[in-house]
């Protein structure tokens, strides 16, 4: 769950007072005593870049769209009521700096300010300078803990009172800021690694739960039509070509040897499954002409799924944090520092099956989906998909799904209007 401070101003108090606390008081009590002049020069080097990327961070714009930008051909065409201003993609309004953030990765409490396509770099560096700080102190702490081990024989009034106190007290607060801050790095990093920001990781979270629900589908059928006025083609797999079950057997087979009764666990049979249940429920939910005969496509999986700004690692690096020379210098920029012309990928131009912006179901939210009836239910055999098909998040509305962390969009700080979703 993200934080949520009753006094806003505190995001920021707590850490400048426990990175000025730390830095200074174990330099003051403990570093000096022990450390050559060019050593302590080279630490209050590391502070500094904390504080300068910090700062940078909490005062950089998340970068903001341009107020006449209008979407190109074959984008959503997202409007901000609050702004009053489309949308370009990869945007989000962000409610608590109620402006638009092209990129929007989350709004962070502890800087007061969106993370963005402008200052995501300074993020970064932030956590990066943050790590090195940390670690080099726990280094020095280590060493003093072991030394005061070695002296344990020598009489107590030897041992400065003062540092020993430090040592106790400093230790594990570095100690939990070095973990905490390390995981969110790796977190950012594994992120950026993929070419997405927070928020795309929740909404590819989000269609991945949702891959075989009759709402995403049905969404997708008519934001196709919209945008390419005809109906979506047969959609095929490229990536799984013969499905497994999990235990690595092909699927075919074994549904030949027991009439699909146990395979209904891989994709494969969960997407003929919801097919097949579909076409009993036709009627309720048909309101296309004659597209509904499967609703879920049979052999298509999250895999086939093509997010349009994946450049590989390295291009996704460079997209986010811009030129590797520049990554540690504080004035480094991302490469896309007007975040409003993004291209999509080679691989997302080329593909010729969905071709939809991201989300694909972005338009077309409103869309009632019958709950099951406890007949329909009893038809599923297959536990897990059973267990699917319950969870309330199933056929939920974009604007009321959360993650399995109970993360939803608003704990990113995005405005969730859904009109402004609503339109191609
Ligand atoms: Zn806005
Ligand atoms: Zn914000």
């Not at 005062?59 to 903001?64: C, D, F, L």
């Not at 239910?377 to 309330?392: C, F, V």
Request: negative net charge; aromatic residues 12%.
């Amino acid at each position: 769950m993200m934080l949520e401070f009753r006094w806003p101003l505190l995001g920021v108090i707590i850490p400048v007072f426990i990175i000025g606390f730390t830095a200074y008081g174990s330099h003051y009590f403990i570093l000096r005593h022990h450390l050559s002049t060019t050593q302590q020069v080279i630490y209050e080097c590391f502070v500094s870049m904390i504080w300068v990327s910090y700062i940078l961070a909490i005062y950089t714009s998340p970068g903001q769209p341009p107020k006449e930008y209008t979407p190109k051909t074959g984008e959503w065409k997202r409007y901000c009521t609050k702004c009053q201003n489309y949308k370009p993609p990869r945007t989000h309004h962000c409610s608590k700096c109620n402006v638009c953030v092209m990129e929007m990765d989350h709004h962070c409490p502890w800087t007061l300010n969106c993370v963005g396509a402008n200052n995501l770099p300074h993020f970064m560096r932030f956590l990066f300078w943050v790590i090195v700080g940390t670690t080099y102190l726990f280094v020095q702490l280590c060493k003093r803990i072991v030394g005061y081990y070695n002296d344990s024989d020598k009489p107590i009034y030897l041992i400065q009172k003062s540092e020993l106190i430090a040592v106790v007290v400093f230790t594990p607060i570095d100690l939990l800021v070095l973990l905490s801050i390390s995981l969110l790095f790796i977190r950012c990093l594994i992120n950026i690694g993929k070419g997405m920001t927070q928020i795309e990781i929740w909404e590819w979270d989000r269609i991945d739960s949702q891959f075989y629900s009759k709402r995403l589908w049905k969404s997708i059928r008519l934001n196709y039509k919209q945008l390419y006025g005809k109906q979506l083609p047969e959609l095929s797999t490229w990536t799984n070509k013969t499905p497994i079950d999990e235990d690595g057997f092909p699927l075919e087979e074994l549904e030949r040897d027991e009439e699909g009764e146990e395979s209904a666990d891989s994709q494969q049979g969960i997407a003929q499954e919801g097919a097949s249940q579909q076409s009993d429920t036709d009627q309720d939910f048909n309101g296309d002409e004659g597209e509904d005969d499967k609703i879920v496509p049979e052999n298509f999986t999250i895999d086939d799924l093509i997010f349009p700004y994946d450049y590989g690692i390295w291009g996704n690096l460079k997209h986010f944090l811009g030129s590797p020379f520049m990554w540690l210098v504080p004035w480094g920029k991302s490469r896309n520092n007007n975040g409003f012309t993004i291209e999509p990928s080679l691989d997302y131009k080329e593909d010729d099956q969905l071709g939809l912006p991201w989300p694909p179901d972005g338009g077309n939210q409103n869309i009632s989906i019958p709950t099951p009836s406890d007949d329909e239910l009893r038809s599923i055999g297959n536990y897990s998909e059973l267990k699917r098909q319950l969870d309330p998040r199933y056929n939920a509305k974009r604007s009321s799904w959360h993650n399995d962390m109970g993360e939803s969009l608003h704990d990113y700080g995005v405005y969730i209007d859904d009109s402004d979703d609503d339109k191609l």
